[in-house]
T-cell receptor
């Protein structure tokens, strides 16, 4: 799996959009970008994934650059419950182990 | 999406003893994974467990310390053997499942282990 780089921490005001960046400059053509989050003391939770098109679901939006070397996870209206560690992972879309990096600790501030 | 339960949710154990953690999934899955998360750290993969074959361990983890069973497609156990305080961690079971056109990984709630 390609390596990812994320800022260790970020703050976001409640109600504002949280934009979490991820660099994956060595991503291969068959690797997807996946995002997970881990709220304190819970198991990680899948958020969203994409290959090259931008994606949106009920939780978040994923913006992938045209060269696919970086992406941004957007939480459109952050709430206090979005405070968590967010992990960006690149992987092939098949049965395979997933390696977690250090992630970004997002703190949503009232 | 797969729903995963783990037992026990937490335990406090004495050094030198062993603890077996159970992972139950509500659907049949091919691949199951066991992770460890030490305090303040990210998740580290211990091993991959496929039904009907020996578990595959990651570098730094050995079968004698972390024996794994995978008797069927919905259940697995991880044993932490001859425990020391350094084994104090959250242990997480995970499964890979194909959702709506995508492969997604689901995690159990974790087992918080404290070794004294």
């Amino acid at each position: 799996d390609a390596k990812t780089t994320q800022p260790p921490s970020m703050d976001c005001a409640e109600g504002r959009a949280a934009n979490l960046p991820c660099n994956h400059s060595t991503i291969s053509g068959n690797e997807y970008v996946y995002w997970y989050r881990q709220i304190h003391s819970q198991g990680p939770q899948y958020i969203i994934h994409g290959l090259k098109n931008n994606e949106t679901n009920e939780m978040a939006s994923l913006i992938i650059t045209e060269d696919r070397k970086s992406s941004t996870l957007i939480l459109p209206h952050a709430t206090l419950r979005d405070t968590a560690v967010y992990y960006c992972i690149v992987r092939v879309a098949s049965y395979q182990k997933v390696t977690f990096g250090t992630g970004t600790k997002l703190q949503v501030i009232p | 999406s797969a729903v995963i339960s783990q037992k026990p949710s937490r335990d406090i154990c004495q050094r030198g003893t062993s603890l077996t953690i159970q992972c139950q999934v509500d659907s049949q899955v091919t691949m199951m994974f066991w992770y460890r998360q030490q305090p303040g750290q990210s998740l580290t993969l211990i091993a991959t467990a496929n039904q009907g074959s020996e578990a595959t361990y990651e570098s730094g983890f050995v079968i004698d310390k972390f024996p794994i069973s995978r008797p069927n497609l919905t259940f697995s156990t991880l044993t932490v053997s001859n425990m020391s305080p350094e084994d104090s961690s959250i242990y997480l079971c995970s499964v890979e499942d194909k959702g709506q056109g995508a492969y997604e990984q689901y995690f159990g709630p974790g087992t918080r282990l404290t070794v004294t």
